[in-house]
């Protein structure tokens, strides 16, 4: 029997989460060379070219060799792509990975983030075993911490001076949900 998939397509009722292709180069050149977008992303400089792009795609193919994916979230009446999340830093042994996301600013507070991290979240137990997901965010980022929130995360701290990003060092809220706590 074929081993079953830890990053297949997922569906949801709106949403159809899916792996990137070079195809989806000019969205995701789009959507990292956008300030709104990229406002709280300190661990990666706005996008200046197609290149930064199609890196971006390459750094997610092959998700089961890897142990990393990102899907592109796309409108399952349209098949325009709203935004991405996945997981990443997946340790197998501890069972644990990070989740991350992003949307189109027309997309937001229109529950389609919320809509494919809950699908995301229910891969992440089951299918990749997973026993915490842990998510890092900005301080000044509300409604992202306010997501994860509604989602059961529970705020551990803050980690301090996560990232370097032009010259400045930025804390961020340390965020995790354990399997036992999911849909509880």
């Known amino acids: 029997m074929p081993k079953q998939p830890f990053f297949p397509q997922l569906e949801t009722d709106r949403l159809r989460l899916r792996a990137l292709t070079d195809d989806d180069a000019a969205f995701i050149f789009k959507l990292y060379s956008n300030e709104k977008v990229c406002a709280y992303l300190y661990d990666e400089e706005v996008y200046t070219s197609m290149d930064d792009a199609r890196e971006f795609i390459e750094w997610h193919a092959e998700p089961e060799k890897k142990g990393r994916n990102r899907w592109g979230i796309e409108r399952k009446t349209d ?11 997946w ?3 501890n069972q644990i990975a990070e989740i991350g996301y992003d949307l189109w600013p027309e997309y937001w507070g229109a ?21 915490r997901i842990n998510a890092f965010v900005a301080l000044e980022n509300y409604s992202s911490f306010k ?25 961020h809220y340390s965020y995790s949900l354990l399997k036992r706590e999911w849909r509880n």
């Open 147 to 171: 997501l994860l929130e509604q989602l059961g995360f529970k705020k551990e701290g803050i980690m301090r001076e996560k990232h370097l990003f032009r010259g400045v060092y930025y804390d």
């Open 91 to 93: 340790d197998r042994y």
């Open 79 to 89: 098949g325009v792509l709203l935004g991405t999340c996945g997981f990443d830093s």
């Open 111 to 131: 529950g389609y983030m919320k809509e494919a991290l809950v699908r995301a979240i229910d891969n992440g137990f089951s299918s990749m075993n997973l026993n």
